[in-house]
C-alpha cells in the first residue's frame, strides 16, 4: 500500500502541479485513414501502464494518473488522478463509465470509482473498509459491481458483489483469482487462479456459491474465459496438446479433441472459432471434438515467438507476435496489414480495439519515455 500512495502522490503532481506533465499533446502522423496506417501517436513521459476504450475515449494510465484521450483524434479530454492495480485487466467499462479501484489523494484507504468517459467526472464511488485493499473490479450486472478484495493483514483473496445503489456487500467468498469474468447474460460469473493446475470456478451471481468447480484439475491450464465463450462452451487447455469445452452451466466436458500435433498452451476464443499459438505459428479451430482446422499461418521468420498477445474482434484478429502488430481476417487469414511495434513480449504490451482503431503502447528509443499509437483498422 505504501509504493501505491508514493506513486499517487508523485502521479497528482504530473497531473496539477505543471512541473513535468504526465503526457504531451498528440502528434498525428498519418494523413490518410488507410487500414494499418498510424492515425495519430502521444507522447508519454514515463511506461504506460494500461489501457483502456469505451464510448469513444481510450484512457491512457501512467504512475497514478488516467487521462481520457479523444479516441478519433488523440486530444487530451481529462486526466484523473488515482493509483490502480492496473486497468488493462483491472478495470471494467459499464454505461459510458471505467470503473476502477485504488488509492485516490482524497481517501484514507482504497476507493472503487466509476469515472465518466466524456468528462472525466466521478459518477460513483465505494469506499472499502480499513484495511481492504480493492484488486480490481470486473464487470456490472443489474446494480450489481464483481470485484476482488483482500485484507491487508491477513491476506488471501475475496470476491465481493456490491450493491451500487446502496453500496452494501451483498456478499464475500474465498476467491484465489486474480481476475473475474462476468458475462452479459447468464447467472454465473468465473475465476480462474493465476497458477497452473485448474482451480477455473463458476459462481453464483445472487449468492457468490459455488456452481461448480475444476479446482486441482491439470486437464485446465489455461481456458478462454476472459475473451467469452466460444459456440457456448467455456474453452480449456491442458497446456500440452488437449483442448476441452466445458458446459458454461456444469463445468462438464461436453467434447475432448485428440492429441494435437502442436502445442495447446495459448488459447484464444471468440464467436465461432479458437486460436492456439504454439510460438512459431497460429492455428485458427473449429470447436468440437473433431479438432478441425481452419487454417495456419506462420508468426514468427526468427525463430519462435515466445510470447504472444492475442485480441480477437468483429472479423479480424489482431496478433502481437514477434514486435509486429498483425490484422488477420478470421475467415481467410489473409492478413490485412502489419505495423511494428517497437516493444517488449506482445501479451506485456498495453492494447485497446475501438470502433476505428487500435490503441497500442509503444516504447520509444528513450527507456524512461514510451507512447500511444493509433493504428488505423
Not at 504512475?63 to 478495470?91: C, D, K, N, Y
Not at 517497437?342 to 480495439?353: E, L, M, N, W
Amino acid at each position: 500500500m505504501i509504493s501505491r500512495r508514493k506513486v499517487l502522490r508523485d502521479g497528482a503532481i504530473l497531473a496539477f502541479a505543471g512541473v513535468a506533465a504526465a503526457c504531451a499533446a498528440p502528434r498525428r502522423v498519418a494523413g490518410t485513414a488507410a487500414s494499418g496506417s498510424i492515425a495519430w501517436e502521444y507522447q508519454v513521459d514515463g511506461e504506460v501502464r494500461g489501457l483502456r476504450y469505451g464510448a469513444g475515449t481510450v484512457v491512457v494510465e501512467n504512475a497514478a494518473v488516467l487521462t481520457g484521450l479523444e479516441a478519433r483524434s488523440g486530444r487530451e479530454l481529462w486526466r484523473f488522478p488515482i493509483a490502480t492495480p492496473g486497468i488493462g485487466r483491472h478495470s471494467s467499462v459499464w454505461s459510458n463509465a471505467l470503473v476502477v479501484c485504488g488509492a485516490e489523494p482524497d481517501a484514507a484507504g482504497d476507493r472503487a470509482v466509476a469515472v465518466d468517459l466524456a468528462s472525466g467526472k466521478r459518477n460513483w464511488s465505494f469506499d472499502a473498509p480499513e484495511g481492504v485493499v480493492l484488486g480490481g473490479v470486473f464487470g456490472v450486472r443489474d446494480g450489481v459491481l464483481y470485484l476482488i478484495a483482500s485484507d491487508r493483514d491477513k491476506g488471501g483473496r475475496e470476491a465481493w458483489a456490491v450493491d451500487m445503489t446502496s453500496k452494501a456487500v451483498r456478499w464475500r467468498v474465498p476467491c484465489d483469482a486474480e481476475a473475474l469474468s462476468v458475462p452479459d447474460s447468464g447467472s454465473l460469473l468465473y475465476n480462474q487462479s493465476p497458477s497452473t493446475g485448474g482451480d477455473l470456478v463458476a459462481l453464483d451471481l445472487g449468492t457468490g456459491a459455488t456452481a461448480w468447480s475444476h479446482a486441482g484439475d491439470s486437464a485446465v491450464s489455461a481456458s478462454t474465459i476472459a475473451t467469452g465463450l466460444v459456440q457456448g462452451a467455456v474453452l480449456a487447455t491442458d497446456g500440452a496438446h488437449i483442448v476441452s469445452g466445458l458446459d458454461p452451466k456444469t463445468g462438464a466436458a461436453l467434447w475432448t479433441t485428440p492429441a494435437l500435433p502442436y502445442t495447446a498452451g495459448v488459447v484464444f476464443g471468440s464467436g465461432d472459432a479458437y486460436y492456439l499459438c504454439d510460438g512459431e505459428r497460429l492455428h485458427a479451430m473449429t470447436p468440437g471434438g473433431e479438432a478441425a482446422k481452419l487454417w495456419s499461418i506462420s508468426i514468427a521468420d526468427r525463430g519462435a515467438a515466445a510470447d504472444v498477445g492475442g485480441y480477437p474482434s468483429a472479423g479480424a484478429f489482431y496478433l502481437l507476435a514477434d514486435r509486429i502488430l498483425r490484422a488477420i481476417d478470421v475467415h481467410t487469414s489473409a492478413i490485412r496489414w502489419t505495423q511494428s511495434i517497437p516493444d517488449k513480449a506482445g501479451s506485456q504490451v498495453s492494447f485497446a480495439v475501438g470502433d476505428a482503431h487500435c490503441y497500442v503502447e509503444s516504447t520509444e528509443d528513450d527507456p524512461g519515455a514510451s507512447a500511444v499509437i493509433a493504428v488505423v483498422r
